[in-house]
């Protein structure tokens, strides 16, 4: 018997926290043996479909949901909990510029940082809210007694993304492919990777011709969010609760040898700097992720990388203001 881990998961009404309570609930995040416990926030406007969630939580009878509880106050939320998915982010509203959607979400991701370092300084975090990079080093820099290494964004999205449609492309199960790497912003400056990727056990750069790579498939993982709302009329939600679940239970419970793509800290490495949620890959093993070291970057890549980084910098510098000294 395990004790119950608890997990909190903001925007807990929104599209893509309907899917992924349930999952975490089923125990597809933390294992089939590890019960749960849930604590949804969500803005006091929401409350309403917050318990309706619960409500469909309860029916489900997940054996390892050994309890939950829905809240508008961060502060409450964040009690004590091991783990916090933060989903809930403003949308950007008619006419409003992307540095009014960083300002506005600056102030939210402030407030939870402060909640999170006050209530649940080991809590591991994983930010999904856009713009996610930016929001988790603003969580990050106002929680000064969390590790850093606790505060991840994620881009494991655009790495499933390139993995299927590299995998479509070389005429393989997604089972087959291996070591594609997202390095940046999760935006459509992200660069990915596959200098390092192999395809049915052959190196992915000698498998797929070059032009396709370039012309191809880094504009369609870049610009995949934006061709499932014009084929759905919605955004994507049940891949991003996906995505949230493999990133969660990599770090959780080990990729076993695999890598995996996460905004975390930057440390000087690959010409990065210091002080920017940049995505590298990363090899987890229970509870921590060990950033990969020593790969090689072609000038392309490097070129990309460093395209990236410029719109992380610019990211940070429009809410610089908000940065505690
Ligand atoms: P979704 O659940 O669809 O999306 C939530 C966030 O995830 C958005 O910022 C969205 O960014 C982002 N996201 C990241 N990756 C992806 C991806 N690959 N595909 C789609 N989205 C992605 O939004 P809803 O509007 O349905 O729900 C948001 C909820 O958050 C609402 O219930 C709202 O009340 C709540 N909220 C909670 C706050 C809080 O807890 N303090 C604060 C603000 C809102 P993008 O917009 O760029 O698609």
Redesign the pocket.
Known sequence: WKPPVTVAV??A?????YSLLFKIASGEMLGPDQPVVLSL???PT?MDKVQGVMMELADCAFPLLHGMGGFSD?RAAFEGVDYACL?????RGPGMERKDLLLKNAE?FAAQGKALNAGAPGAKVVV???P?NTNCLIGMMNAPDMPRANWTAMTR?DQTRAEGLLAAKAGVSVNAVDRVVIWGNHSATQFPDISHATVGGKWAKEAIPDEWYKSTFIPEVAQR?AAIIKARGA???AS?AQAAVFHVRDWALGSRGKWASMGVISNGSYGIGEDLVYSVPVVCYPGEYRRVGGISIDPYAAQMMEATRKELIAERDAIKHLLPK
Do not use: C, K, Q
Not at 87 to 91: F, I, L, S
């Open positions: 903001t925007g009404a929104g599209a893509i926290g926030l969500d803005l929401s961060a989903v809930g982010a403003t949308p939210i999904v809210g856009n996610a999205l969010g955004s994507s939600a991003a």
